[in-house]
């Protein structure tokens, strides 16, 4: 098969293909009612962001999924927006933006495979098994031709995994390297187990942070499944209202999304939430995968010591050791996850820049990155908060 023999759709909404169509190249691993190795490009997660107006008019992420049928089937699909700004992405490409315009370019709109406000890595290709190399090759050629076609600045593939990395380099995208800090699980029985792994004086501050917090009046609780309550939503609007407001200046997400997260993720989410006097005065939300657990909202309605290490970081490696899944992935950024056990890993994403010029010059800042970037990795493992013969050993 090759990809010549592939045709290409645009749909401007996921209602325009069926669920089992998508799913079956977004998550084929969870044929029969398994968990995904992540939830974000399934077509529920996807679905929810567009039903709730949080992708739309009027957001600057417009929809234009692709779909690859061979034969008639599908083969392949990936989530495509036209975006009029560089927002919500976490690889961001706003120093690109303003050198393209001040030579009287025009970068806007440009198009991104991504999943909307989530820097979690994950599949972008997503392919139906067996249709790997044709599925990948037509969605690349496609989305390129797209924007040849349109006069369109640019293509962003953002938070790809590094074999999709690969592959496209081997197709003539850029590659780019960026980092984030993630914690791994290497077979620990509890959290305290996790603590030995540490040198002395990092155990006893995460001690001392962890009783700081639990001490701050009230109870913790995690609630996952049907034992999420539509009244959570209430409280953690809140919260995610205050720091959206504080981070980006409008939340990304409306109040709709977590309605219709509720109804159709709840099974994908794990919502932490601080309770005192009989509210919730701070939450944390996370999203559950087949061996990850993904941190991706935290706030608060009042300022407790230490109860945003334990809510995001320290409750999610609890749940990560007793639901025995590897890692945990603490979104975007944040150095002080090192002292927390959390240790850089790189991040990949993928770019096609049409005018010559600007290919280049962002080519040549790639390349000084990703030696920085990869520099910047091996320091920070080596100040990571291990004991050195752990470190070593694994």
């Known amino acids: ?3 010549a023999q592939v045709e290409i759709e645009v749909l401007s909404s996921l209602a325009q293909i069926a669920p089992g169509d998508w799913d079956a190249c977004a998550c084929p691993e969870a044929t029969g009612g398994g968990r995904p190795d992540d939830p974000f490009t399934t077509h529920r997660f996807l679905k929810a962001l567009e039903d709730s107006g949080s992708v739309g008019p009027g957001t600057g992420w417009h929809p234009q999924y692709l779909v690859a049928r061979q034969g008639g089937a599908v083969i392949a ?3 495509l927006y036209a975006k009029t700004h560089s927002q919500g992405e976490y690889v961001f490409d706003h120093n690109w933006a303003h050198a393209y315009e001040r030579a009287g370019g025009r970068y806007y709109p440009k198009l991104q495979i991504a999943v909307p406000f989530t ?4 599949r972008r290709f997503l392919v139906r098994p067996g249709a790997e190399d044709t599925g990948m090759a037509a969605l690349v050629q496609g989305v390129v031709k797209l924007a040849a ?3 369109i600045s640019s293509v962003h593939v953002t938070f790809c995994t590094g074999a999709e990395a690969g592959a496209g380099v081997a197709m003539g995208l850029m590659h780019r390297v960026t980092q984030q800090f993630h914690w791994e699980n290497h077979g620990y029985a509890d959290f305290d187990g996790f603590l030995e792994s540490l040198s002395s ?4 501050n995460i001690r001392k942070e962890r009783a700081t917090a639990q001490g701050f009046g009230g109870t913790i609780t995690a609630y996952a499944g049907d034992a999420i309550r539509a009244e959570h939503w209430d409280a953690f609007w809140r919260f995610y209202q205050d720091t959206g407001a504080r981070k980006w200046g409008t939340p990304y997400l409306t109040r709709a999304f977590f309605d219709r997260a509720h109804e159709t993720l709840r099974g994908d989410m794990l919502l932490v939430l601080a309770e005192r006097d009989g509210r919730a005065v701070a939450g944390a939300l996370n999203f559950i995968g087949r061996s990850r657990l993904y941190g991706r909202y935290w706030g608060c309605i009042e300022d407790h010591p230490c109860l945003h290490f334990e809510l995001c970081y320290y409750q999610a490696i609890d749940h990560a050791i007793a639901r025995g899944l590897d890692t945990v992935e603490a979104g975007a950024q944040g150095a002080h996850k090192l002292a927390r056990g959390y240790l850089p890993v790189a991040t990949h994403s993928l770019h096609w820049i049409a005018d010559p010029g600007l290919r280049a010059a962002v080519g040549q800042f790639l390349r000084a990155e990703r030696d920085a970037v990869e520099e910047e990795i091996e320091v920070l ?6 004991r050195k013969t752990v470190t070593e050993e694994t």
């Open 119 to 122: 820097p979690a890595t994950g």
């Open 201 to 204: 004086r990092k155990r006893k």
């Open 381 to 386: 493992t080596d100040y990571g908060p291990f």
């Open 77 to 79: 699909v990936a989530p």
């Open 1 to 3: 098969m090759t990809a």
């Open 149 to 151: 076609q349109n006069r």
